[in-house]
């Protein structure tokens, strides 16, 4: 059955669901690959990165495992607010553990470059990084990103899995949304 949405919310797609499609097969081969033989944990970042983990995952070996963990950085609106919190943590213990962090967008950096500290301070044997998006016009702080989708203008984009106000995560494409949708 097909999704209904309204065209006319967005300026612009700029990551089709093709596009995505054929960037995680990209991607989930040279994991694969770096990651032969060894246990995976792939950790996904709630809610954005569920649509990411959920295709990245299938893409994986059956042994391939996820766990998730829910901080917040933004509030409901548009602008990141820096503060980084933790609102669901991880069942598993990272001990010993090839960790892969799954996200949907880096926007800031700020979210990322914290989780990358907090994971890497519970005895992974490594921790690294997949993100389908960042905006590098956006980046605050540098963080090593091993595996990457698609670099983004610095606009509000929502879709698969980006939410303004909740809402337009479940769309299949990455949009840009329009003004009039968010401003008053
Ligand atoms: C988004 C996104 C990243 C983070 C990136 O999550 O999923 O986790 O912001 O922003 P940053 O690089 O500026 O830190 P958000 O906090 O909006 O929560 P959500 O995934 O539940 O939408």
């Known amino acids: 059955m097909d999704q209904q949405f309204d065209m006319d919310d967005f300026t612009k797609?700029?990551?089709?669901?093709?596009?995505?499609?054929?960037k995680l097969d990209d991607i989930a081969l040279q994991i694969?690959?770096?990651?032969?033989g060894e246990d995976l944990?792939?950790?996904g970042v709630l809610k954005g990165a569920v649509m990411v983990m959920a295709d990245l995952a299938r893409r994986m070996p059956p042994t391939v495992q996820m766990d998730w963990m829910a901080v917040s950085s933004y509030g409901s609106g548009t602008k990141s607010s820096g503060v980084v919190r933790i609102l669901k943590d991880l069942d598993a213990d990272l001990s010993g553990r090839h960790v892969l962090i799954v996200e949907d967008i880096i926007d800031t950096g700020i979210t990322l470059h914290w989780l990358l500290g907090n994971l890497r301070s519970r005895g992974a044997a490594s921790v690294e990084v997949a993100s389908l998006l960042r905006k590098p016009d956006a980046v605050q702080v540098d963080v090593p990103v091993k595996y990457l989708g698609f670099d983004i203008p610095n606009e509000f984009v929502v879709g698969y899995g980006l939410d303004y106000a909740e809402n337009y995560r479940t769309l299949p494409f990455v949009?840009?949304?329009?003004?009039?949708?968010?401003?008053?």
Request: net charge negative; no cysteine; aromatic share 8%.
């Open 13 to 22: 797609v700029i990551v089709s669901e093709n596009d995505i499609s054929r």
């Open 32 to 36: 694969r690959a770096d990651y032969d």
């Open 41 to 43: 944990l792939l950790v």
């Open 175 to 184: 949009a840009i949304l329009k003004p009039s949708v968010y401003e008053d």
